[in-house]
């Protein structure tokens, strides 16, 4: 993320600090276990816009920017307000931050899948554990990659689904608008009722009992943190049969 506001950056990373192991504007989100790959960072650089880093082992990246390439303009049809970040961390409290299922980026485009998701299909499937979503659950193009041993990824050994394996990194190609998103699928202490009723500018979703509270920035971008209720189970088994 670009680090255009000090004070913004610094609330960021303090409120994802339990999270992971910090530095001034940077966390290592923990992994579910040691011997897990990908490691996932977020940062805070001198740089214009939000990009998603794809480091390599011999020393190679991948860098994408999380931008518009369409020159389509579409508003969501989804109903929602935008809260600053001080107004989301000062209603927080209530509910205190326990695990992390998934961060990823959606970009938008309205043609198909976006090429960019195309092309990271090819060039990260043989470095790690790279998956579509379940085709039974749904039906647009989102992929994640799960976290994994060096064994599993080259293939050495079968993957064991049933394995939790967080946080996963969620990667969207998505028609609903032309604004591209930061996502961070958080699980928080205390009831879905109780979160909808201090979160009332949010997206709320009945069904999976979460909700999507967008946070104003000035990256050009949504920001958004899916705030999810505490769970035992992972859902990881539900990729057994997508690896690409």
Known sequence: MPDKDKKFSEQFIHFLSSLGK??????????SK???LPQTSFQFI???????????????????????VTNVTKESSYKYESISFDTFISRVPPFPIVGLDHIG??????????????????????????HTFPKHLEDEPWD?????TTEEIDRSVSVDYNQTRKPKFELVSFENCSTPLVQIDVQLKGTYEDKKKVFPEAIHDDFLRNMWVYIENDFGIDICFVLGEVSERDWSFEFAKERI
Do not use: A, M, Q, W
């Open 34 to 36: 040691d011997n897990f």
């Open 144 to 148: 994640f990659i799960i976290p994994g």
């Open 46 to 68: 001198d740089k214009d816009v939000p990009c998603v880093v794809f480091n390599f082992d011999d020393g190679s990246e991948i860098r994408i920017d999380i931008t518009n």
């Open 105 to 130: 980026f959606n970009l938008p485009y309205f043609e198909g899948v976006h090429p960019t998701l195309l092309k990271l299909r090819e060039e990260l499937k043989n470095t790690c554990l790279y």
């Open 22 to 31: 910090t530095s001034l504007n940077t966390v290592d989100l923990y992994l």
